[in-house]
């Protein structure tokens, strides 16, 4: 994502007006200005939630970045959110990336469900409308049936229909989970930093109310598809608890977002195929 350099306003309200924005590759388009990172938001809500959370959140052996509040005390200024500078970038250490999804979701276990997290996805979509229906196909008795009644269009192009065609057959190797929802980040792989040997860094949260071991899915099931992870991370992390059904449940979830996501690339798709094959055998 790239995106305008703050806007002069934003940046005064922020109390950064004296200081040169300096764009960064691994902020989801923010800009650094000295020792706080400026990055445009998508969403108001989620944003000001994560700020909020992060603002007190503690997690052993990992560096948050803390949110920087404007001189008026909000978390978000005209679509941007300010952040405490952590230096790192992200890197394929994918089983150090589900570590810390074990000991972050350990923090946020005691946390409450945000209102947003309940509202179905509206018309006119926004990505994050994308992503919530995705997490609700992979859940859902029917998968995509609350799309479909809705009227909402589904994929199109031959690698979406494979795709939706993937989540029907996975969907009939579901079984009954019995492992408590809680307050999750579902995309670690973006926001988790590391520098050399230094204490790997979190610069977000992005909610979801699912079950830890799902989130750890998630992780693999990225690592796998697209990250070079190695065959191996299915086997490291099996005594997770209901660790098959979660990598499953997973799995859907980001073939749906593939099939609903309209900037989804043809080239994305085969890694998500290989890795349906290898999440069948361990079922």
């Known amino acids: 994502m790239t995106s305008v350099e703050p806007p002069e306003h934003v940046r005064a309200t922020f109390g950064l007006r004296e200081v040169a924005p300096v764009s960064l590759n691994d902020w989801d388009g923010g800009w650094r200005l000295g020792d706080v990172v400026l990055s445009p938001v998508a969403d108001h809500a ?20 803390h949110p920087v509040r404007a001189t008026d005390g909000r978390y978000v200024v005209s679509g941007w959110r300010a952040d405490t500078f952590v230096d790192g970038a992200p890197e394929p250490r994918h089983d150090e990336v589900v ?7 350990k923090a946020t276990a005691e946390l409450e469900r945000p209102r947003f997290l309940v509202q179905p996805p509206v ?26 009644a809705g009227g909402v269009p589904l994929a199109t192009t031959p690698d979406g229909q494979r795709s939706l065609e993937l ?5 009939t ?27 790997p860094a979190l610069t977000d949260i992005t909610p979801y109310w699912r079950p830890a071991t799902w989130a750890a899915g998630v992780v693999v099931v990225d690592a796998l598809a ?28 980001r073939l749906a977002v593939h099939a609903l996501h309209p900037r989804s690339t043809p080239e994305a798709f085969p890694g998500l195929a290989r890795t349906a094959d290898m999440v069948r055998l361990v079922l």
């Open 173 to 199: 190797l579901r079984k009954p989970v019995r492992s408590p929802d809680q307050l999750v980040h579902g995309d670690l792989f973006g926001t988790v930093l590391f520098s050399g040997a230094h204490t």
């Open 123 to 148: 018309a006119p979509w926004v990505d994050v409308d994308v992503f919530v229906a995705a997490d609700r196909a992979a859940w859902e008795t029917v998968p995509l049936r609350s799309l479909r």
């Open 46 to 65: 989620r944003a000001a939630w994560s700020a909020k959370v992060r603002e007190h959140l503690a997690v052993d052996g990992l560096r948050i970045a």
């Open 226 to 253: 697209w990250g070079g992870g190695d065959d191996g991370l299915l086997e490291r992390w099996s005594t997770l608890p209901e660790w098959p059904q979660m990598l499953l449940r997973a799995l859907m979830f």
């Open 167 to 171: 989540i029907g057959q996975l969907s």
């Open 99 to 105: 570590s810390v999804s074990l000991r972050l979701h």
